[in-house]
């Protein structure tokens, strides 16, 4: 009888050993799964870490106005009038012009915004495209200016400067024995091809395609139809060269 309950332990013990093994195995494969996939979510391409995003941004000209002058100066109108010019290409909203009030240079500042409103409208801004608002400085020592601003659609990137790891020799740093890429590596790149691209649609689909210039087209064709090709003794596929 004690042989018997002997072997009926040793059966209890060997399947609870069994079942502790498969337990610890599969915590293990758990503990590596996981570590894997917070190693793989970390992108190795900077276009993934970095990526230009598309949104609404300002777009904003400054209009200084001394305390004893109204109107603009040359280079102050012709800024106005490119300012109109970009509105009318790329502009999502209304024009605002927020314009000092009860500070000294305020009567000079009313007299700035209606010619500006006067210019703008000269570039096809409809005048319910451009709103007045006055505002107050914050700092009374800042000199007050005619701010003009409009939204429109751009390309961001960044922000860059970022380090969340160390790039030396370190036990922190988990790409440096695979010589990965360390994290702000081609932000930089990424933030000024999102300030140099004039349309930022080109950077999601192609554009369309113009039509042809028939009348050049049409010389095009006439002269592949009319030309000859020299006669030689020999064929060959172009008269340049031996």
């Known amino acids: 009888m004690i042989s018997m309950l002997s072997a009926r ?16 195995s599969l915590g293990a494969c758990t503990h590596t799964s996981r570590t894997e996939d917070v190693t793989a979510s970390i992108p190795l391409d900077y276009r993934q870490r970095h990526p230009i995003a598309i949104q609404e941004a300002d777009r904003s000209l400054v209009v200084f106005v001394g305390n ?5 100066t040359s280079p102050q109108r012709s800024d106005v009038l490119a300012f109109g010019r970009d ?11 927020e314009v000092p009030s009860g500070t000294l240079n305020a009567r000079a500042a009313g007299e700035t915004v209606r010619e500006i409103q006067s210019l703008l409208a000269g570039t096809g801004v409809p005048p319910r495209g451009v ?11 800042t000199f007050a200016a005619i701010r003009l601003l409009y939204p429109k659609v751009a390309a961001v ?13 370190s036990i922190k740093n988990k790409g440096y024995l695979d010589n990965r ?9 990424q933030r000024n091809l999102a300030a140099m691209v004039d349309n930022p649609s080109d ?4 554009r369309a395609e113009t039509p042809p210039y028939t009348a050049r087209r049409a ?4 002269t592949y139809r009319t030309t000859k090709p020299p006669l030689t003794d020999k064929a060959q596929l172009s008269n340049v060269g031996p």
Not at 68 to 72: H, M, S, T
């Open 9 to 24: 332990g040793r059966r209890s013990l060997g399947v609870a050993a069994a079942i502790a093994a498969v337990s610890v």
């Open 87 to 97: 509105w009318l290409r790329e502009g999502t909203g209304s024009i605002i012009a």
């Open 68 to 72: 004893g002058r109204g109107g603009l």
């Open 203 to 206: 950077l999601v689909q192609p």
């Open 181 to 189: 890429q360390y994290w702000n590596f081609g932000c930089a790149n």
């Open 157 to 169: 990137a960044g922000p860059c400067g970022l380090w969340p790891e160390d790039i030396g020799p």
């Open 219 to 222: 010389v095009t064709f006439d």
């Open 131 to 141: 709103i007045v608002k006055p505002y107050h400085p914050a700092d009374p020592r």
